[in-house]
């Protein structure tokens, strides 16, 4: 293996000092073993917590971390951007503050960085609350299960996960310093980098193995239905743009998107189980300019919002069979084109 450094972790933080602390001492245990290969850019967005003694303390242990204390807080999307703006290796990885890497997981993914050098790769995660003993066994080198994927089964297999940001580590040229901000404001700013990836580049990984503890619930108040039935969307069809076959896989992402994802949404909306999201959204407002056309959106989406509880229920059930079948269809798909292939 290469003795350059070879990846960046990102940290954007604002109060959240104990999880950052946990995560921080995980790096910290984990980074020791690996000889400089990995660096820490951690961004703090002007905490009023103990975030500053927290992040000094992580500095001292480890030399090579850069810590940005921003004067002011910048808002989430400009504290992304500046982490990234300090990026000089290869690849980057940004890591939610209160998400944490399964023990063992960067010592196996540096091997396949270097190998399979993906332009994106695709970490599969599990909740901070399901995750068991036996998940917290460290990895040990070459027991991830991974695939490399051609665009297409990426996109149909992946989709709205991408927004995931704790899930993605991205190639540092599909995320240039004069475009780190394109979609600011979104709440993905990420999505720019993350599908500039997937539209321009060659090579995408996905590791099977759910090696991200993923804290579960709100990562701040927003309006959920116009980020994810209208920004996620835009932003898909913005940059999948080149020609007809990246346009194709634009619209993979949106309609798998609707299918998997945006139901739960609209329902759990309408539960008022859905955290602290803005529960005045309507769905019909929120995502008519880009989903207007689509038979899915009309379908299986937006009656969620006015149907009777029972015949909504059904509606519900009826989306889980269909994305399952659709699920399997898209990996019988992949597997008989030749585009997935175990690593």
């Known amino acids: 293996m290469t003795s350059t450094p070879m990846l960046t972790i990102c940290i954007p933080t604002y109060n ?6 946990m995560l921080l001492d995980a790096l910290r245990v984990e980074l020791g073993t690996l000889q400089g290969l990995v660096r820490v850019v951690i961004g703090d967005n002007a905490s009023t917590d103990r975030t500053p ?20 807080n910048l808002g989430p999307d400009e504290n992304f951007c500046r982490c990234i703006a300090e990026v000089a290796t290869e690849h980057f990885w940004i890591i939610g503050d209160d998400d944490l890497p399964r023990p063992g997981l960067i010592a196996a993914m540096l091997p396949m960085l270097e190998r399979a050098a993906p332009d994106l790769l695709y970490i ?4 901070m609350g399901d995750v068991t003993e036996a998940d917290r066994e460290a990895l040990s080198p070459g027991s991830l299960d991974a695939a490399s994927l051609d ?4 996109a149909s297999l992946i989709h ?12 540092r040229r599909f995320a240039p310093n004069d475009g780190l901000r394109r979609f600011t404001g979104t709440h993905l700013v990420q999505l720019g980098w993350v599908f500039e990836a997937l539209a321009q580049g060659q090579r995408f990984v996905h590791v099977r193995t759910p090696a991200v503890f993923a804290t579960a619930g709100n990562r701040g108040s927003y309006a959920v239905l116009r980020v994810f039935g209208d920004s996620f969307q835009r932003i898909a069809r913005e940059v999948f743009v080149a020609d007809k076959a990246s346009r ?13 994802f945006l139901p739960s949404v609209v329902w759990a909306l309408r539960q008022a189980t859905l955290g602290d999201f803005d529960r005045s959204e309507r769905a019909a407002a929120a995502m008519q300019s880009q989903l207007g056309g689509s038979l899915i959106y009309r379908l299986l989406v937006l ?11 059904a509606l519900m059930a009826l989306n889980g069979i269909i994305g399952r079948f659709v699920s399997l269809y898209d990996r019988a798909n992949a597997r008989l ?7």
Request: hydrophobic share 45%.
């Open 303 to 313: 009656p969620l919002e006015s149907l009777p509880t029972l015949p909504a229920r």
């Open 53 to 72: 003694e927290v992040t000094r303390a992580f500095a001292a242990a480890m030399p090579d971390a850069l810590v940005l204390r921003h004067e002011r």
């Open 124 to 127: 599969n995660s599990k909740d």
């Open 248 to 260: 194709r896989i634009g619209e993979l992402i949106v309609s798998r998107t609707s299918i998997y």
């Open 160 to 171: 709205v996960g991408m927004t995931f940001v704790s899930g993605c580590v991205i190639r």
């Open 337 to 343: 084109r030749g585009a997935l292939r175990p690593l």
């Open 16 to 21: 959240r000092a104990d999880c950052l602390e």
């Open 151 to 154: 665009r297409r089964a990426f």
